[in-house]
């Protein structure tokens, strides 16, 4: 989850790699570090805590030329952020600097060694050891980068995506990736290297996407060659990227958060794009009629995600099981993968990633393709490792989501879903023709309605100083809008820092009810559905005992604003739809507390938008 970035050409590196770091700052922002080979053939290493712009100040008074370099931005690991702990590493000489984004499992059996024949290490990093194994095997066998690279390679255990460039031959970046991701550019008599697209895309839209097990010789002068970690030339799969530069900046936005709030309703409408025919009546998805067979063969569905994508799988669930009467179940990817679950090949595996990088999950991935299931992956990152994990699948086509509280990737998944589940429903018969109309009609309609549910925004600035003094929050609701309970309150934590719980309404009483007083918020999404009434006595349960409700609820409602302190009205839609409107209020309710609070809304503390250790 850290972010690589590197150059070499003819250009200076310097701006190239700051530029394409502060994109990258999602995956990490605990330090930041540049490497660069300058014009008077010095290796020169900067290194700051914290964010790119405490790097770039850093750099200030220092030499920072040359056409070649690498650079990193940091999510802590292995050894406290610090600048001591930063990337690059040198090596030992300080002819070779590296960078890392992974984890070496083995580093400390590795460490213990290189020790013995007298290695001093500067840090407490995992990534420094490869750095000094690779210097080590350099000198000992007398071979050159590339070679001593594959030799260390095959003897580290983890997961990695590096990057290395050596003083003496500064021409020339070797690149390498397991299980992280590692993209290059190749421009004109230039090459670019990124953990994605993103630092690449203003120079060329020519990429290869680094497989795993493969290194990346990149040598000026020459074209890009692959190879695999015995050495063998891989066959090179140039793609070419398509995103928008203006996709990744913040459009007039305060932060990008917002912005991608905001977006919500253009998203969904590109996500059903050519998936939802224009009279709005039938959905078809390439994976149905691709894998038709293995589709509808599930007697099983399980779902495996983590974080957001695990509350959309939630959703998913009761889709499946309502819809298409097939089995399912959720799945945390980091417990599944670790506790010997029962999977079949009669089982569809559904993994649902916005990042398409996450390693718990490209882990689940592993051990259901194992035991036979039948994978199929909801993914907003084109080209990332889980797409290319799984069997099929369908990309949520939401753009990228830079702000790491996910929000557009969240509902893209949700509208996915639904449409898979529809799709199946159809063809196993298990939905009437006039219900599965009306459904596609209705998720035809949703971008309108996010529309509408976008309007409450100026209410809910300004309801959001009401609740900053909170220490503890409860988020309720019922049904569909449980798992939106859930998610509306991992948004105010992860960006507020204000402890939340969802809960089902209804299990309130057995035990959070507790916890009830005029000092805790009290969030219901109380739309209106099969559920309603058994919402209201849940909100009366809690005024009964002095607390503060909030309530989301469907427009025309009257019932509701006697009992609550504040109500945030919401457009009608299906009940299995609701999730998509009502996940735009929560959204904001979380947005503006942090802003009040005068957190950093798009980077919020300990966390990176990409988790790509485990
Ligand atoms: O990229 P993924 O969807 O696999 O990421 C999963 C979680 O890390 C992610 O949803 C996380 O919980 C978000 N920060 C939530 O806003």
Known sequence: MCGIVGYIGSKKAYPILIKGLKRLEYRGYDSAGVAMISDSGDLNVYKAKGKVDNLTDYCNDKDVSGCVGIAHTRWATHGEPSA?????????????????????????????????????????????????????????????????????LHQVIGAYAIAIIDKRDPRQIIAARKQSPLVVGIGKDEFFLGSDASPIIDYTDKVVYLEDGNIAV????????????????????????????????????????????????????????????????????????????????????VIVACGTSWHAGLIGKQLFESLCRIPCEVEYASEFRYRNPVVTKDDVVIAISQSGETADTLAAIQLAKEQGAF?????????????????????????????????????????????????LAAERKTISE????????????????????LKTNEQIEHLAPIFTYAKNCLYLGRGYNYPLALEGALKLKEISYIHAEG???????????????????????????????????????????????????????????????HVITLPDTLECFQPLIASIPLQLLAYHIAVCKGKDVDRPRNLAKSVTVE
């Open 84 to 152: 001591r702990n930063a990337h690059p590493h040198y090596s030992s000489t300080h002819n070779l600097a590296i960078i890392h984004n992974g984890i070496i499992e083995n580093y400390a059996d590795i460490k213990t060694q290189l020790q013995a024949k007298g290695v001093e290490f500067k840090s407490d990093t995992d990534t420094e050891v490869l750095v000094q194994l690779v210097e080590y095997i350099m000198v000992k066998k007398n071979l050159p980068l590339v070679e001593a690279v594959q030799v260390a």
């Open 218 to 301: 990149i040598r000026l002068g020459e074209e890009l060659k692959v190879i695999s970690i015995l050495g063998e030339e891989q066959e090179l799969k140039v793609k070419t990227v398509d995103i928008d530069l203006g996709q990744i900046e913040k459009g007039g936005y305060e932060h990008f958060m917002l912005k991608e709030i905001f977006e919500q309703p253009e998203c969904l409408m590109n996500c059903m794009r050519g998936r939802i025919n224009v009279e709005g009546n039938h959905v078809t998805l390439s994976a149905m009629i691709d894998y038709r067979q293995q589709l509808l063969g599930a007697k099983r569905i």
């Open 375 to 423: 994978i199929f992956g909801i993914c907003n990152a084109i080209g990332s490792s889980i797409p290319r994990a799984t069997n099929t699948g369908t990309y949520i086509h939401v753009g990228p989501e830079i702000g790491v509280a996910s929000t557009k990737a969240f509902t893209g998944q949700v509208t996915v879903l639904s449409m898979l589940a529809l799709c």
């Open 434 to 453: 006039d219900l599965y109309k009306q459904m596609v009609k209705e998720l035809t309609q949703i971008p309108d309605k996010m529309v509408q549910a």
């Open 503 to 565: 809960y089902p309404a209804a299990e309130m009483k057995h035990g959070p009810i507790a916890l009830i007083d005029s000092e805790m918020p009290v969030f219901v999404i109380a739309t209106r559905d099969r559920l309603y009434e058994k919402v209201i006595s849940n909100i009366q349960e809690v005024r009964a005992r002095g607390g503060r409700v909030t309530a989301l609820v469907t427009e025309g409602d009257t019932q509701i604003q006697k009992f609550a302190d």
